[in-house]
């Protein structure tokens, strides 16, 4: 069954700094991956996805992500973070039907002045 | 275009109490699923739609729990009697089902913005 994995529970960046989060899969074939960001009260918002092509996928709000097959990783990153980037940020991947999406549990992003 | 509309947004009640969760998808949109969001538990499918027609509702806790769509831009989801365990977020998404194998860029989910349901 299809897996997604995200270490990291909580990160704190300052603002300014650079984002890395990190995210891996379990899945027998080509997966087609997402990034969602939860604010606070809010629903998930599409952030980018990968589906196939360049392995470097551009996002909405300046993030980037880069799927790495060997690894099994999609992490997701940001060159400059701001504060209004403090959410909670869930990785997920497509199942075999194509319907089903299984997200991980989510890494909640703090950002300090 | 509206996004996914949920209402309500907010639902306190009491436990025994019947609540009603209620989904309008975005136009167009053939596919319908219904989440739960828990600390415990992270983001679960509950169940989802293909058409109006329930596809997998293996994620539907116990049978206090049941999923409607009665037409293309409506859905409910039933919960009776409530208890307390079902405080959490509901989350209700709605997307292009893919039509052909391979047409899997169409299958992406929009969210709404949820309903925080508290059961005291």
């Known amino acids: 069954a299809q897996s997604v994995t995200q270490p990291d529970i909580h990160i704190t960046v300052s603002e300014g700094a650079s984002l890395e989060l990190r995210c891996n899969y379990s899945y027998g074939a080509t997966p087609y991956l997402f990034w969602y960001v939860q604010s606070p009260g809010q629903g998930l918002q599409l952030l980018l996805k990968?589906?196939?092509?360049?392995?470097l996928v551009q996002g909405i709000k300046g993030f980037e992500a880069e799927f790495k097959r060997s690894q099994s990783s999609f992490n997701l990153r940001k060159p400059s973070v701001h504060w209004s980037d403090a959410a909670e940020y869930f990785c997920?991947?497509?199942?075999?039907?194509?319907?089903?999406?299984?997200f991980g549990t989510g890494t909640r992003l703090l950002v300090s002045p | 275009d509206a996004g996914v509309i949920q209402s309500p947004r907010h639902e306190v009640t009491e436990m025994g109490q019947e609540v009603t969760l209620r989904c309008k998808p975005i136009s167009g949109h053939n596919s319908l699923f219904w989440y739960r969001q828990t600390m415990m538990r992270g983001l679960e499918l509950l169940i989802y739609f293909n058409n109006n027609v329930p596809i997998d509702d293996s994620g539907m806790p116990e049978d206090r729990f049941s999923a409607k769509m009665p037409n293309a831009s409506f859905s409910t989801l039933k919960i009776q009697p409530s208890e307390p365990r079902d405080s959490a977020v509901y989350f209700c998404a709605s997307s292009l089902a893919p039509g052909l194998a391979g047409e899997r860029a169409k299958n992406i989910q929009y969210f709404g913005a949820g309903t925080r349901l508290s059961v005291l």
């Open positions: 997920a991947v497509l199942n075999t039907g194509f319907q089903k999406l299984v």
């Open positions: 990968y589906f196939s092509g360049d392995t």
